[in-house]
């Protein structure tokens, strides 16, 4: 399984960006995707994810503002941020999983995208 994540960028705080994360190869709509982010200086950490049914799970920090969407038909799954602030700057990852439901922690996740920069200017 490949995972490309795509979408990251600038923008100013209060803004939205839509984040991509395209899977390929030996994909299965039955396994949990998982959303992560690390920023300078920090451990990776847990932002949302998504389980084979379609439910939704998201860290207290992005609750509210952040919505994990997908199309399975297109093996892909969307990260959309919304009322974005400085402290969510940090480089984005997707995951997936090898079951369908997952935990939080990067360990329940077996293959990992390149990540994608998204920068907040306060």
């Known amino acids: 399984v490949q995972l490309q994540a795509s979408g990251g960028g600038l923008v100013q705080a209060g803004g939205s960006l839509r984040l991509t994360c395209a899977a390929s190869g030996r994909t299965s709509s039955n396994n949990a995707m998982g959303w992560f982010r690390q920023a300078p200086g920090k451990e990776r950490e847990f932002v949302g994810r998504i389980n084979w049914g379609g439910g939704t799970d998201y860290a207290d920090s992005v609750k509210g503002r952040f919505t994990i969407s997908r199309d399975i038909a297109k093996s892909t799954v969307y990260l959309q941020m919304n009322s974005l602030k400085s402290e969510d700057t940090a480089v984005y990852y997707c995951?997936?999983?090898?079951?369908?439901?997952?935990?939080?922690?990067?360990?329940?996740?077996?293959?990992w995208g390149q990540g994608t920069l998204v920068t907040v200017s306060s």
């Open positions: 995951a997936s999983g090898l079951r369908p439901y997952t935990g939080r922690g990067p360990l329940d996740y077996r293959y």
